[in-house]
């Protein structure tokens, strides 16, 4: 009898891989326009410089929050406009993946989600604020995955190397 390369043939079924998303929620905002009223009155091409971050914290078995942060800074010419700042959340529930595509997931498809989430608050946030609409340009999650992935690979390699 041929084996059954699904690991069905002994009776037992694989697990099914599971992803659910089960809450999504702001942790943390932040708004400050520490020139104003002033900055309104400057003259120049306003500067936004955007950064970027996310963590992941295990909650429980297959349960995990993943934390989207992003910082958006407005300058014009040495001085600061406003300042953004917004930790998007969410708890997903992830089963059935080896560690690598559970990583991945966590490091591709959970920022994905939260994403639009923080796009809207961001630009909400500097509207209400008094200046002009700004929108956050989409962000390829999956490039910077990658990168992220090579970057550990090549330091891993160096550390191989040097011991």
């Given amino acids: ?10 009776g037992q079924a694989l697990p099914q891989a599971q992803l659910n998303l089960q809450r999504i929620y702001v ?4 708004f400050e326009a520490p020139g ?14 955007i950064n970027l971050s996310q963590r992941t914290n295990v909650l429980g078995t297959d349960v995990y929050e993943v934390v989207l942060s992003v910082t958006a800074t407005c300058k014009v010419g040495d001085k600061t406009a406003y300042l953004a700042e917004v930790e998007q959340a969410g708890i997903f529930g992830i089963a059935g993946f080896d560690d690598a595509n559970r990583d991945a997931v966590l490091g591709t498809y959970c920022p994905n989600v939260l994403f639009p989430y923080v796009r809207q608050i961001i630009s909400d946030l500097v509207q209400n604020g008094g200046f002009p609409p ?21 330091g891993g390699a160096a550390q191989a190397a040097n011991a």
């Fill in 36 to 49: 104003a009223p002033h900055i309104f009155q400057e003259q120049g091409q306003p500067n936004v410089e």
């Fill in 1 to 10: 009898m041929a084996e059954n390369s699904n690991g069905a043939a002994n």
């Fill in 27 to 30: 942790k943390d905002v932040s």
């Fill in 134 to 154: 700004f929108f956050l340009q989409p962000i390829n999650f999956d490039a910077l995955y990658a990168e992220q992935q090579r970057r550990r690979a090549e």
